[in-house]
């Protein structure tokens, strides 16, 4: 029988040996576990610019630490050529909570930068208050007044969020790096009380997130059931997001809206509650100072996948699009691209509204749904660049790789608008 020395010989090399094959495949093959990955730290990670009041003098930034920082911090300057813009910068002590997650709590912050000048760039960073700093991050302010601009909408990542979708956010910012805000149509994450999918999806759009404000919707998939068998919404939302609280009570940072540069723009949330925000919609679009409106929710009006229709959605959300001159409308859910024309609930000419569904991850789907859809394309990953500049409103479909694959332009004079083909 072997000595207790001899055994602990063996122990210790098979125990070496297990280390150096375990280190070999981290080499290789660059595994990590999603928990070890996506783990909070005292370090500032998932930084997301957002508006919660008027965008030309303030913007909000929230971000995630570990619960070892009780209490964050934002700063802020006007943006210098010099060093020494830090003497100059003011600080803004932030809100901060702890949240529970399927990996443990975390701490989450956000902070809101408030009488800042119209039309003019800022450097800011986020952090302890202490040495566990963000580095110094640029973000302009909106102007005042309507002014051209250019800005991204995005469908559903939902799946291989990390390996498939981020190629095509990375093509975005290359396109339009001086775009001015981001919409995300739902179904961000597949599933609901997965942490390690927002980690994946903050990892994926940090490109873009921490100077461009994000207007995120949730879809289906943000949606699940609990322990105690209720669906609700996934708990990282509300601690990782900081968006306006202006809609329907109840739906607190999934339905708001933001007036930017001569545009509304309107966030539904298309799971639930869909009468009350009709009538919401209505009041708040009576009375609309913007030439432009561009509404964003989740599942579509027009489908634009066999065997899928959002029959409710379109009764009574699209008579107050057609009354209140909805201009577009964004969505995602079918795992395609498709559009219509210019459309009316009634059929009548002349005005209406261009219904758009779009993907941007890797999860497809087939068929051509409505009747109404006049183009659609299937198998591939989108994300779309689109410019205001007074009286027309330009919007192009754009592949992973950068290539138009579709576009139009819409023309508005008062109340009369036509479609222009390019």
Avoid: C
Avoid at 50 to 66: D, K, L, M, N, Q
Avoid at 234 to 247: H, K, S
Avoid at 265 to 278: M, P, R, Y
């Amino acid at each position: 029988m072997p000595s207790p020395a001899s055994l602990l010989k063996r122990l210790s090399r098979r125990a070496w040996f297990g280390a150096l094959l375990f280190a070999a495949a981290v080499s290789l093959f660059g595994w990590q576990s999603s928990a070890a990955r996506y783990a909070p730290s005292a370090q500032p990670d998932r930084i997301v610019t957002h508006w919660t009041a008027e965008p030309a003098t303030s913007f909000s930034v929230a971000w995630r630490t570990s619960t070892d920082v009780a209490q964050g911090y934002g700063e802020i300057t006007e943006a210098a050529d010099g060093p020494d813009f830090e003497k100059l910068a003011r600080r803004v002590e932030a809100v901060s909570e702890t949240y529970e997650t399927n990996q443990g709590p975390a701490r989450a912050h956000s902070v809101t930068f408030s009488g800042l000048k119209p039309a003019t760039a800022y450097i800011y960073r986020v952090g302890d208050g202490k040495d566990a700093w963000s580095e110094w991050i640029t973000f302009r302010t909106a102007s005042a007044q309507p002014e051209p601009f250019r800005f991204l909408y995005l469908g559903d990542a939902q799946t291989r969020i990390r390996a498939s979708w981020s190629r095509v956010v990375r093509q975005a910012y290359e396109t339009a790096p001086d775009a001015r805000l981001v919409i995300h149509a739902g179904d961000l994450i597949n599933n609901f009380d997965r942490d390690e999918q927002w980690g994946e999806w903050h990892e994926g759009s940090a490109i873009l997130h921490r100077s461009i404000p994000a207007l995120p919707v949730p879809g289906n998939h943000e949606h699940g059931r609990g322990a105690d068998g209720k669906r609700r919404l996934t708990p990282n939302w509300r601690p990782q997001f900081a968006l306006p609280l202006n809609g329907v009570e109840g739906l607190e940072e999934t339905n708001y809206f933001v007036d930017f540069q001569g545009v509304r723009f309107v966030g539904l949330n298309s799971n639930e509650k869909i009468g009350e925000q009709a009538e919401w919609l209505d009041k708040l679009l009576a009375d609309n100072p913007n030439r432009w409106t561009v509404v964003f929710f989740h599942h579509p009006v027009y489908s634009g996948a066999r065997g899928r229709d959002n029959k409710e959605v379109r009764e009574r959300w699209q008579p107050v699009f057609d009354r209140r001159g909805v201009d577009l409308v964004l969505n995602g859910h079918d795992h395609v691209y498709a559009r219509t024309g210019l459309v009316r609930a009634d059929g009548a000419a002349g005005g209406g509204t261009m219904y758009v569904v779009s993907v941007s991850g890797a999860k497809m789907y087939d068929g051509k749904a409505s009747p109404l859809i006049e183009k659609a394309i299937h198998q591939t990953q989108f994300f779309h660049v689109i410019r205001v500049d007074g009286s027309v409103l330009s919007f192009e479909a754009r592949t992973a790789g950068g290539s138009v694959a579709d576009s139009f332009r819409i023309e508005k004079q008062g109340g009369n608008k036509r479609l222009l083909q390019p």
